[in-house]
């Protein structure tokens, strides 16, 4: 895909970088389309590997899984989402890539992600919940706090959409921004709508599937959230591979993956829904 001129700006995409290796010369590119954004989300990857070592050393349990499994999750997620966004702010002119809406969407979600992730790090460490903890006027305050977070996490993604539909670059294939526009309306729609359907429902206890911990037999809204989150990643990557295909077909394929997506996303919602336990404020959980 390296071939694409509308992927690398030209002082990425030079003779002179040609030899160097692919994924440098791409997190080069999200520097140049949107630094602190990318800085930012390799930081958040950066502090994977304290916490991972933490993870080893550290066996206490909270709900049947270890304290540290949360940090490690929230951090690889934050940090992927926070890059996608900085690549995504270079699909605008970069005359507009200073517009008060864009350092708006940047600062948003550094602010609301180091917020978050410093949270859910502290609780860990504490060895105590950072969601759903209703022990104390404290913790609640801060679960709200950090469904506020979330949530201006999420509708950054509609406002960037907006600004790509209206002033995206002219050399975009069309597929290519219609998919990004698509992703970045979806991560709103059914992430943070997901996300608030998830904030009153606690998952199951125990260690569920491997890596992610969800549980697919009813009662955990985690996967129609992480559908509804990575929207932003799967429909430009349609969008992407169906950029060299005929305009009509390109189309038609996308609208086949936008509905995909969301059948998956309306499939997982259902089953989570059965079988969920919704906890009212103020409940010990």
Not at 87 to 115: K, Y
Not at 131 to 150: D, I, P, Q, R
Not at 171 to 188: E, M, Y
Request: hydrophobic letters at 55%; glycine letters at 10%; charged letters at 10%.
């Amino acid at each position: 895909m390296n071939h694409r001129p509308f992927l690398l700006s030209p002082q990425v995409h030079s003779p002179h970088a040609a030899g160097q290796p692919l994924v440098l010369r791409w997190l080069k590119e999200a520097l140049v389309r949107q630094s602190p954004l990318t800085v930012f989300a390799l930081l958040v990857w950066a502090t994977m590997v304290p916490t991972l070592l933490a993870w080893g050393l550290d066996d206490r349990l909270l709900r049947g899984v270890n304290v540290w499994i949360k940090p490690l999750k929230f951090m690889a997620s934050l940090g992927l989402f926070a890059l996608c966004t900085a690549w995504f702010v270079g699909l605008l002119p970069a005359e507009q890539r200073q517009r008060p809406a864009v350092q708006l969407v940047v600062w948003t979600i550094i602010g609301a992600g180091l917020f978050e992730i410093g949270y859910i790090t502290l609780q860990a460490g504490l060895g105590s919940a950072s969601h759903y903890n209703a022990s104390s006027e404290f913790h609640s305050a801060m679960y709200t706090l950090m469904g506020v977070a979330a949530l201006s996490m999420t509708a950054t993604q509609p406002v960037l959409a907006w600004l790509i539909a209206r002033h995206g670059r002219p050399d975009l294939p069309v597929v290519w921004r219609d998919a990004v526009v698509l992703g970045l309306l979806l991560t709103f729609v059914l992430g943070a709508g997901s996300g608030g359907l998830l904030g009153a429902m606690q998952p199951p206890s125990g260690a569920g599937l491997p890596l992610v911990g969800w549980h697919l037999d009813g009662g955990d809204l985690r996967p129609a959230h992480f559908i509804g989150m990575h929207a932003q990643q799967w429909l430009p990557l349609a969008g992407l591979l169906l950029a060299g295909w005929p305009p009509k077909r390109a189309r038609v394929a996308l609208a086949g993956v936008l509905l995909l997506v969301v059948g998956v996303w309306l499939w997982a919602l259902l089953t989570g829904l059965q079988g969920a336990v919704f906890v009212p404020p103020g409940a010990p959980r």
